[in-house]
């Protein structure tokens, strides 16, 4: 039997030009996956989701975790509504609150406890939008954020399709029940996707913040980023788990991403990562990550098989999915697995 996800996303790399991001973009489409989830890293989210929305025409567009606080809100509102209406309503803003060390040292901005000014953020994005599109008064003051002044004459166009979908990017327990009371979706992280952290600690606290708000937690979709090992081969799918033990190694040295890790009982593992990187012994890292915990993190299986195997992890535990899309002369296998993973 096959999972049936609302929504089969694609990622742009990172590292991709963004002069590629176009033809990326054309090709994901005619594969057949619903969205395209850009980065906002080495190039700039609001820039490269643009470039998708001019090379498609049917899919959605979502930042996969525009750095909330390295921008202010208003900011991060006039791109988005730009973008809702470039793409002709097809755009998803995914925020992220990133981790302290880079906020502060790479984007030198001011930090704080991120649930609470995720709140506010969300929060005084609503109430931009609602000026833009009905006219109320802007008004909105917080501990972190103000907006007060709102001239006619600096409002944008009224939106077409103002029903603009906001995700929150969420790991720990706080900034999930952030995205329970406020967010449409909540966007995981490849290293806290397995279905026992979904289901012991990603829905209990998104409940916890739905209730606050008097909201049915499954108004709140799951949005799986799973680190999938996969390709048309035994042999492929056996680089690419070592591609994924390698990854994991370097993100589970942030004690951030370390959840799972709490969960499992291997939060040594985490923590001799984190000496090690400290040391400068980066070529070591990968064997701290054991083929037990790739079995248990790291979805695995050929283009033909992924779609069950994902069906047995997440089903009544996510609505939509991330899959990789691999080398072109895979195309014909990637566009049947997309399609059996919608059902």
């Not at 007060?148 to 077409?160: A, F, G, S, V």
């Not at 979706?185 to 409940?207: G, K, M, Q, V, Y």
């Not at 691999?326 to 697995?337: H, I, L, N, Y």
Request: proline share 7%; net charge negative.
């Amino acid at each position: 039997m096959s999972p049936v996800f609302d929504k089969v996303w694609a990622s742009v790399d990172l590292h991709m030009p963004l002069a590629d991001v176009a033809a990326f973009a054309r090709r994901a489409e005619q594969l057949g996956f619903d969205g395209i989830a850009v980065a906002d890293a080495i190039h700039d989210g609001p820039m490269t989701a643009a470039a998708v929305a001019g090379a498609t025409s049917r899919v959605a567009i979502r930042t996969s975790g525009l750095v909330a606080f390295a921008r202010s809100p208003y900011t991060t509102a006039v791109a988005a509504w730009d973008l809702q209406a470039l793409s002709g309503g097809r755009f998803e803003l995914g925020l992220g609150p990133l981790v302290r060390p880079i906020i502060v040292d790479r984007y030198s901005m001011a930090w704080g406890p991120p649930a609470p000014r995720m709140r506010e953020y969300v929060e005084s994005l609503r109430a931009i939008f609602d000026c833009w599109q009905h006219g109320t008064p802007l008004h909105y003051e917080g501990e972190h954020y103000r907006f007060t002044r709102m001239q006619d004459y600096m409002k944008p166009p009224k939106l077409e399709h103002p029903d603009l979908r906001i995700v929150i990017a969420g790991i720990g327990p706080h900034m999930t029940a952030v995205a329970g009371e406020l967010a449409d979706a909540i966007n995981t992280h490849p290293t806290n996707s397995d279905p026992r952290f979904l289901r012991e600690i990603t829905l209990p606290n998104l409940t916890r913040g739905a209730a606050r708000r008097g909201r049915d937690p499954g108004e709140v979709a799951i949005i799986v980023n799973a680190m999938c090992a996969t390709g048309p081969d035994a042999a492929a799918v056996a680089r690419s788990r070592e591609g994924a033990r390698g990854l994991l190694a370097i993100l589970y040295s942030t004690r951030e991403y370390m959840h799972s890790l709490d969960l499992y009982g291997w939060r040594d593992v985490g923590e001799r990562l984190r000496r090690m990187i400290r040391e400068g012994r980066w070529g070591e890292l990968a064997p701290e990550i054991t083929d037990e915990m790739l079995d248990v993190l790291v979805p695995t299986g050929t283009y033909a098989e992924l779609p069950a195997v994902l069906h047995e992890r997440y089903d009544g535990l996510a609505q939509e999915i991330g899959l990789p899309l691999g080398d072109p002369a895979d195309d014909e296998a990637v566009a049947r697995m997309v399609e059996e993973c919608r059902g």
